[in-house]
């Protein structure tokens, strides 16, 4: 039985689906104005392995992917610039050629991660109409009133606002008194639509009944569900920062719209830090895939670094840390060269796999598991399914000249002509493989 960390209930629940074959699953998705980072690639890794273990565990799995491409503004609130039009302007570009730009980037570092396909991945520019109707239903139901800049949820009329985050209303009115927009009615209301005022230079923009405009950041998740997944979704997930402001806003939106509950079970990764302070883009001390490839550390070396943790779990970022996580992934890839030659006695159960990692996506167990077991390479193939490291991939067989080269050094070595082997040694060594002289006769394997 899966159980996950649901943060409706604040506790770690078995796992059910609405239909017992099919899971239905939303991920929000990168803001593409910029380069992912590896904060943000950990929350899709973890995402990647609660798919994974879905799917071993027998279900289908429907999950759609968001790319925001317009309206998320440079606070998580309604004030600010828009993020694309921000970075546009900073690249001398389009909008559009921003957005083009940096979703072609996440797209590259997604697969190279591994990352199983979302069955949908979805731009939120695509779905203005369907936006705009969700918008009138709002309206329409009463949800909302105009002010000078916008269309505004009223979160007073939404009797559950506070609790999916258990959000302190009165504090957050204390705190706000100074910032926020007279013309709002509670601090906590937020932007469904927002107009182009006047002079104002925002490229992206929609007509909405004679008036341009473009959608609040969190009305394109509530969009993008209802018109890809349906009504209640099972799973949906997103980094903490969500929880207080993004997901709390998607879950009045829909549920005031639609009347039914959004997601049965909502999942939150926690930040990853890097000297203790949170890897983010305005702090600066982010790192990319392409950063960490430049010393020598591939995608999977991260993916195996983020698997040695919890999605939950604090998690401090370090190269050294990193180097034993790479260590780890070029130990297990001999292993399975050495499953290639010898045929081992496997103490590697699946079952027991496979439960350790649905109690709740613990892969740091499974990890530990996998170091202490024998793996026949079956079993590897099922550990590639559920971990998606490509083990088997990157560990090819090696070819015939090489084998070739491995018999003609042994040959030398029981002549005792060593000029011979040495030079067959820095030949093997050459195409980035070793030989270890072991009781069972001489064993191949990758150097890194
Ligand atoms: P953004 O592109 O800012 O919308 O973020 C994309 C995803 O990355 C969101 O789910 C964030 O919660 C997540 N995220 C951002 N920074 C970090 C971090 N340091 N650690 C883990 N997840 C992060
Ligand atoms: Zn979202």
């Known amino acids: 039985m899966l159980k996950l960390y649901n943060q409706l209930s604040k506790s ?78 900073k690249e001398g570009k389009t909008v559009w050629q921003i957005a083009d730009k940096y979703i072609d980037a996440f797209l590259k570092d997604f697969y190279a991660l591994n990352l199983s396909e979302p069955t949908k991945i979805a731009r939120a520019t695509d779905y203005i109409d369907e936006d705009l109707e969700l918008v009138r239903t709002l309206m329409d139901k009463g949800y909302t009133y105009t002010t000078g800049d916008g269309i505004y949820f009223d979160t007073s009329k939404f009797e559950h606002y506070a609790d999916f985050a258990r959000l302190d209303l009165e504090k957050l009115k204390a705190g706000a008194r100074v910032e926020f927009s007279s013309e709002k009615k509670n601090a906590s209301d937020f932007a469904i639509w927002k107009f182009v005022r006047p002079g104002e230079d925002h490229a992206m923009q929609w007509d909405f009944e004679g008036r341009p405009g473009y959608p609040g950041w969190h009305l394109e998740c509530s969009t993008i569900i209802h018109t890809e997944l349906g009504e209640t979704i099972d799973i949906h997930t997103g980094g903490i920062d969500h929880i207080p402001v993004h997901h709390t806003n998607e879950i009045a939106q829909t549920e005031a719209a639609y009347g039914k509950k959004m997601a049965n079970f909502w999942l939150h990764c926690n930040f990853i830090t890097i000297n203790g302070e949170k890897v983010s883009k305005s702090l600066g001390n982010i790192y990319t895939l392409s950063d960490l490839e430049k010393r020598g550390f591939s995608p999977l070396d991260f993916k195996m670094w983020v698997l040695q943790g919890h999605f939950r779990g604090d998690r401090n970022f370090s190269f050294e840390d990193l180097t034993s996580a790479k260590n780890r992934r070029l130990n297990w890839r001999n292993r399975i060269a050495y499953a ?29 598991y996998i170091d202490n077991s024998v793996l026949s390479l079956e079993d590897w193939e099922f550990i590639d399914k559920l971990l998606g490291l490509d083990l088997i991939a990157t560990t090819p067989k090696v070819s015939s000249d090489i084998l070739e080269k491995i018999k003609a050094r042994e040959d030398a070595r029981a002549t005792k002509d060593f000029a011979v082997s040495d030079r067959l040694r820095d030949e093997l060594a050459d195409k980035n493989i070793t030989v270890l002289d072991t009781n069972i006769g001489p064993i191949w394997q990758y150097l890194a």
């Open 340 to 368: 290639y030659q010898i045929t081992p006695e496997p103490t590697f159960s699946r079952e027991t796999a496979l439960e350790l990692v649905s109690n709740n996506l613990n892969s740091s167990e499974l990890l530990a």
């Open 12 to 89: 770690v629940e078995d796992f059910v689906p609405l239909d017992p074959k099919n899971v239905k699953i939303y991920t929000c998705g990168p803001t593409v104005y910029s380069y992912a980072h590896i904060g943000n690639f950990s929350s899709y890794i973890y995402w990647d392995l609660l798919v994974r273990t879905l799917t071993l565990n027998g279900y289908n799995v429907n999950r759609v992917l968001n790319l925001t491409d317009v309206g998320h503004l440079s606070s998580d609130a309604d004030d600010g610039e828009d993020k694309l039009e921000k970075g546009a302007k």
